[in-house]
């Protein structure tokens, strides 16, 4: 959430994205925090000979309060 409030408070920033490697619960973890999966590279990620795990696209757009 502070990212995201500090994200909105810079002129021209309009969303958060990020990756995250699959088989961690980090894309769960992100879309719990309301970021959503936009793209991912299927074994995009080599951890180890013959581990490889998805590179998952995650986005947050910053709605922007009304001005008064």
Known sequence: AATADAARSIEGIEAIR???RGGTG????????????VGRVPGGIRVAPGDDRDDIVMLLPLGRAAAS
Do not use: I, P, Q, S
């Open 18 to 20: 990020l990756t995250c």
């Open 26 to 37: 980090a894309d769960r973890f992100y879309a719990a925090c309301g970021y959503k999966e």
